[in-house]
């Protein structure tokens, strides 16, 4: 029987690529549970079939490394080992949608968009799951991710290898206890202030999405600049740093009459 085996690391950046560039549940809401509880976002029908090709690969590899009897203790006896040889089911558990969200109108959506529009630098506030990028940009509903490197298998060596820039759809909805939700998988809305907004990702990782001239400790465009009044010179000093007092004024004297002579 032919191996179908694609050699690709489960971190791999072709691999992630790949994933990313499928609109989680196909742009559909997920929402949560009756009682709140996560829910498992699911690859979707290409993804799966590429997995189903790797895990079949994997299986191969096992067939022909169960000859050997350390092996096939080692695998039954170590979790981890044994889960070296699966590929993921799924992205993952993710929040979802409360039940009752409702989309915001695209009239209200734009209120928020347009705000939120340019270039953005990411700062997490927690460890948590996922990769980790340095950099967004928002252009009316689409958010693109990118910069930040993530760990993966290289020739039997970690290595870190630069993300590959994710394209998102922005998906406002607002729950029944009004909170704000940004995408279609349970992506919410913290708040917004001076030049920066916090989210608690899907993953239920909280980031900063900071404006470049808030991180550098800059004043915001609109911020009032201070004008000085040019008519107002500073006194002059002497080279002994002493001020020198203004010359005295004087006042023109009034003009003669000429005097006629006979």
């Not at 079949?56 to 169960?66: A, E, H, P, S």
């Not at 967004?136 to 958010?143: E, Q, V, Y």
């Not at 909170?179 to 001076?194: A, Q, R, T």
């Not at 909280?206 to 991180?215: A, C, T």
Request: proline content about 7%; aromatic content about 8%.
């Amino acid at each position: 029987k032919t191996c179908h085996c694609q050699c690709h690391d489960i971190n791999s950046a072709p691999l992630i690529k790949r994933l990313m560039a499928n609109q989680f549940n196909n742009g559909e809401p997920l929402y949560q549970t009756e009682d709140g509880g996560k829910v498992a976002l699911e690859f979707s029908a290409e993804m799966q079939q590429s997995l189903e090709g790797m895990q079949n690969g994997l299986n191969c590899v096992k067939c022909i490394m169960f000859c050997n009897p350390c092996f096939c203790c080692l695998y039954n006896a170590s979790p981890q080992f044994k889960q070296a040889f699966e590929v993921p089911k799924n992205h993952g558990m993710v929040r979802g949608l409360p039940v009752g969200s409702v989309r915001l109108s695209e009239q209200e959506q734009s209120q928020f968009l347009s705000r939120w529009s340019g270039n953005w630098k990411i700062q997490p506030l927690q460890a948590g799951k996922g990769l980790e990028y340095t950099d967004a940009f928002i252009n009316g509903d689409t958010l693109i991710l990118s910069g930040g490197f993530h760990n993966a298998r290289r020739h039997k060596r970690t290595a870190a290898v630069a993300n590959t820039p994710q394209e998102q759809k922005l998906m406002l909805f607002r729950a029944p206890n009004g909170d704000l939700y940004v995408d279609n998988i349970g992506s919410k809305f913290i708040d917004e202030v001076d030049g920066q907004m916090t989210f608690d990702t899907a993953f239920e990782t909280r980031v900063l999405y900071q404006r470049e001239w808030k991180r550098m400790g800059l004043a915001g465009p609109g911020a009032p600049v201070a004008v000085s009044n040019i008519s107002e010179q500073p006194p002059a000093y002497a080279a002994s740093g002493t001020p020198i007092d203004p010359p005295p004024a004087y006042e023109a004297l009034p003009t003669q009459p000429k005097m006629s002579h006979c």
